[in-house]
T-cell receptor, first 111, second 116 residues
């Protein structure tokens, strides 16, 4: 699975959009981009995934660049409860394979 | 169904003792995963099962670690002769991999092990 690079931490004002970047310059054509988050003292939680098209669900939007070498997770209206570690993961299979986590980005949402 | 359940939530043990953790996956989920997480790091993959078959084991899983899923439902992770370096959060996850019924991995809240 391709390696990802994320900033170690970011701050965001409550109610504003949080934009979390991820670089995956060695991604292969059959690798998907996944995002999970982990709120303190809880297990990781799935957010969203995509292959090459932008994706949106009730939690977030995922923007993948045309060359697929980077992506951005967007939380449109961040709340204090969105404070968490956000992990960007690249993996081959759409479902079932293990997840390889990096250190992630600590997002602090501040009032 | 309330999700992936892990027991106990916390365990303190003396070095050299054996410990066993249990994971109850979401019903119908055929895949079950174990991860370990130390402070400030992302979770590290240990092993996973497809039904009762253990399909992959990480090199992190030393001889002192053993995992089972005897009937393809709940799973246990045993650590023998615990060492202080085993102190970590042990996370379990489950997913369904089936034709047209795939799901993402859902994680439990973990078992925090402290070896003193």
């Amino acid at each position: 699975d391709a390696k990802t690079t994320q900033p170690p931490s970011m701050d965001c004002a409550e109610g504003r959009a949080a934009n979390l970047p991820c670089n995956h310059s060695t991604i292969s054509g059959n690798e998907y981009v996944y995002w999970y988050r982990q709120i303190h003292s809880q297990g990781p939680q799935y957010i969203i995934h995509g292959l090459k098209n932008n994706e949106t669900n009730e939690m977030a939007s995922l923007i993948i660049t045309e060359d697929r070498k980077s992506s951005t997770l967007i939380l449109p209206h961040a709340t204090l409860r969105d404070t968490a570690v956000y992990y960007c993961i690249v993996r081959v299979a759409l479902y079932g394979n293990k997840l390889v986590f990096g250190a992630g980005t600590i997002l602090r949402v501040k009032s | 169904d309330t999700g992936v359940s892990q027991d106990p939530r916390h365990k303190i043990t003396k070095r050299g003792q054996n410990v066993t953790f249990r994971c109850d996956p979401i019903s119908e989920h055929n895949r079950l995963y174990w991860y370990r997480q130390t402070l400030g790091q992302g979770p590290e993959f240990l092993t996973y099962f497809q039904n009762e078959a253990q399909l992959e084991k990480s090199r992190l899983l030393s001889d002192r670690f053993s995992a089972e899923r005897p009937k393809g439902s709940f799973s246990t992770l045993e650590i023998q002769r615990t060492e202080q370096g085993d102190s970590a959060m042990y996370l379990c996850a489950s997913s369904l991999v089936a034709f047209r019924r795939n799901t993402e991995a859902f994680f439990g809240q973990g078992t925090r092990l402290t070896v003193v």
